[in-house]
């Protein structure tokens, strides 16, 4: 579907403006919003560009730079971050040859950092794309990561 068609799904109504950019980021493969995307956005709603540019920035789920298949975000909110998030974080960018921030150079995985997850009880904790991943150490994320690479 054309970004013009997923646009048109939506009202030209303001308050679609976070559905319409989570439709369009969700039909990227990439996994981000291009410069087209927003401003045809912005045009639809009859806003202006910077605005719209405005929101993609400020919510940690939008991108404007391309990614991986898979987004995982790690908690580094407080209570994982006792829980020593840190060596999980060590884990991910060991095993996937990253840093935070990064995407691996298939495309396959871009490792982010979150606020709390809600998941708390069973810290320290991370999502793939929509999948939440608990009780996190070295060995489970090998396990996790190889059970996405297949
Ligand atoms: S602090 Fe990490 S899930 Fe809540």
């Given at each position: 579907?054309?970004?013009?068609d997923i646009i048109k799904q939506f009202e030209p109504q303001q308050h679609?403006?976070?559905h319409i950019l989570h439709a369009l980021q969700d039909?990227?493969?990439a996994n981000y919003l291009t410069e087209e995307a927003l401003e045809q956005t912005?045009?639809?709603l009859g806003v202006t560009k910077?605005?719209?540019y405005g929101v993609?920035?400020?919510y940690t789920m939008f991108s404007l730079k391309p990614r991986g298949k898979f987004i995982i975000r790690v908690c580094a909110s407080a209570v994982c971050e006792l829980?020593?998030?840190?060596?999980?974080i060590e884990a991910l960018e060991e095993e996937l040859q990253i840093k935070i921030g990064e995407t691996t150079k298939d495309g396959t995985f871009t490792v982010e950092q979150s606020e709390c997850l809600g998941q708390c009880q069973e810290a320290p904790s991370m999502m793939i794309n929509d999948k939440v991943h608990n009780?996190?150490?070295?060995?489970r994320i090998r396990k996790i990561l190889q059970e996405y690479r297949s």
């Amino acid at each position: 579907m054309s970004t013009h068609d997923i646009i048109k799904q939506f009202e030209p109504q303001q308050h679609n403006l976070l559905h319409i950019l989570h439709a369009l980021q969700d039909a990227n493969p990439a996994n981000y919003l291009t410069e087209e995307a927003l401003e045809q956005t912005a045009r639809h709603l009859g806003v202006t560009k910077s605005s719209v540019y405005g929101v993609a920035r400020y919510y940690t789920m939008f991108s404007l730079k391309p990614r991986g298949k898979f987004i995982i975000r790690v908690c580094a909110s407080a209570v994982c971050e006792l829980l020593k998030v840190n060596e999980v974080i060590e884990a991910l960018e060991e095993e996937l040859q990253i840093k935070i921030g990064e995407t691996t150079k298939d495309g396959t995985f871009t490792v982010e950092q979150s606020e709390c997850l809600g998941q708390c009880q069973e810290a320290p904790s991370m999502m793939i794309n929509d999948k939440v991943h608990n009780n996190l150490d070295r060995g489970r994320i090998r396990k996790i990561l190889q059970e996405y690479r297949s």
